[in-house]
């Protein structure tokens, strides 16, 4: 998703999560020229902070239950790692870009296991 604005990464944030089968709906949580952040509710205590800035190429996804992280992945300092759900304090750095959609895909097979 590098290199878009943030209104076309938020489109095709919008487009992942409406073909969810956990997400119920999504609001732009706050936004700049360069930025945006969204949110994706899941479930009563469990939704997925969204954010991107267009100028640095910074995304974060983070799985928030009762206001707790739980689940995340970023590329803070240019190197994309995961927050597992069995440490979400770790980092575990992968030599790839996690895409929101890989991202989401994490928390529904996370969320079809419990």
């Known amino acids: 998703m590098a290199g878009l604005s ?3 990464f938020e489109q095709q944030v919008l487009t ?3 073909a ?3 997400v119920k709906s999504v609001a732009q949580i706050q936004s700049g020229v360069q930025w945006v952040a969204l949110r994706a ?3 009563d205590d ?3 902070d969204v954010f991107y ?3 640095t190429d910074k995304k974060s996804f983070a799985l928030i239950r009762a206001g707790v992280r739980i689940f995340a992945a970023d590329n803070a300092k240019k190197k994309w790692h995961w927050h597992p759900f069995e440490n979400p304090k770790m ?3 992968i030599n ?3 895409t929101f959609a890989e991202f989401l895909r994490q928390v529904e097979t996370h969320l079809s296991q419990q």
Request: proline share 4%; glycine share 0%; with cysteine.
């Open 53 to 55: 800035n267009e100028e």
């Open 41 to 43: 509710y899941l479930e």
């Open 20 to 22: 969810s089968k956990v």
């Open 16 to 18: 992942i999560c409406a």
């Open 96 to 98: 790839h870009e996690i």
């Open 6 to 8: 943030p209104s076309e």
């Open 46 to 48: 469990l939704f997925v």
């Open 91 to 93: 980092h575990l750095l």
